[in-house]
């Protein structure tokens, strides 16, 4: 399935002045009717195509960009769409993903972005403590030579076929443990939350496979239980389903924003030419939407 472009419907072309603009816009120029403009446009793209499906969007035309500008652009739109979020611990808010010829798992940090595996279908900083970014925004300045497409999986789709198995749903409910991939002295070693969770007025999912197995691996945390280690392999069984699975491969200039709460993603795995091309750079950002009023409540 899938066999059409699945960006087509949600791909947004910028102006390429207008993008120039907001790669150098500073403070100064968030007061501006241009600027706050933009705002608005990124709101409606976010209520349109991340509240309902296919969970995602992008933005097009931006292939002019120097990677400086494109720093400073996916900084920029980032910040127009909802609050910055730290992606490490030292507060970086623009993340370089690229082969940094780094095994998932590997190590006491070893991090998916910085190899260039694919599978393992994960949501962003499900391991991490503290607020967790509702959106992923991942502009590409250079593609790998071949593969590196991203994948992505619905959670209601999910749900759906969750729905015949009432038991491992239920599993999937319960909360797990996640490594964190934090050795820092006084950082929490796991951090536990559910898979699955109906929260904000919508279904939720967390997941990284592989930062449970580790998290539940750590002396002191009780091993996962045969029915969670089944519920979690139907959970990978699904997410392995090709039919369930959109593929799609980002050009250089675009950029897309991926709703972190209810898509599971990864990649495909993907080949470079090596240092002279530079290899493949997405920048990431993490961002937190603003909070939504429940409906009734005074503002
Ligand atoms: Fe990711």
């Known amino acids: 399935m899938n066999s059409t472009d699945p960006f087509s419907g949600v791909r947004h072309q910028v102006d390429a002045e207008l993008a120039l603009a907001l790669a150098h816009s500073t403070e100064r120029d968030q007061h501006a009717s241009w600027y706050r403009e933009f705002g608005s446009t990124l709101e409606e793209y976010t209520r349109q195509h991340l509240d309902s499906r296919p969970g995602f969007f992008v933005l097009a035309g931006l292939d002019h960009l120097t990677e400086e500008q494109a720093r400073g652009f996916t900084v920029a739109v980032s910040r127009l769409t909802g609050d910055l ?12 993903v ?24 994960h949501t962003d900083a499900a391991h991490r403590p503290g607020r967790l970014p509702d959106v992923f ?8 030579r071949s593969g590196g497409a991203l994948v992505t999986v619905h959670v209601s789709d999910l749900l759906e076929l969750l729905a015949d198995h009432p038991e491992e749903l239920a599993a999937l409910r319960l909360p797990v443990h996640f490594d964190t ?5 006084g950082f929490p070693l796991t ?8 929260s904000g007025g919508r279904e939720r999912v967390y997941y990284l496979r592989d930062y449970i197995e580790i998290g539940h691996g750590h002396p002191g945390i009780p091993p996962l239980s045969k029915d969670q280690i089944k519920a979690l392999d139907l959970l990978d069984e699904l ?9 799609a491969r980002l050009a250089p200039g675009e950029m ?37 009023q429940p409906a009734g409540t005074a503002r």
């Open 137 to 144: 925004a991942l502009f590409c300045h250079r593609q790998a």
């Open 181 to 185: 991939r934090d050795d820092a002295p």
């Open 256 to 292: 897309i924003f991926i709703d972190n709460r209810s898509i599971v993603h990864g990649r495909t795995p993907f080949e470079d030419d090596g240092p002279a091309g530079g290899g493949r750079l997405l920048l990431r950002t993490w961002i937190g939407l603003p909070q939504q």
């Open 191 to 198: 951090v536990r939350r559910p898979v699955l969770e109906f």
């Open 85 to 96: 979020l730290p992606q490490d611990g030292h507060g970086a808010l623009l993340r370089d």
């Open 98 to 121: 690229r082969d940094r010829g780094v095994k998932l798992g590997e190590g006491a940090t070893g991090r998916y972005s910085d190899s260039r595996q694919g599978g393992s279908l």
């Open 239 to 247: 997410l392995d389903r090709r039919d369930l699975q959109t593929h």
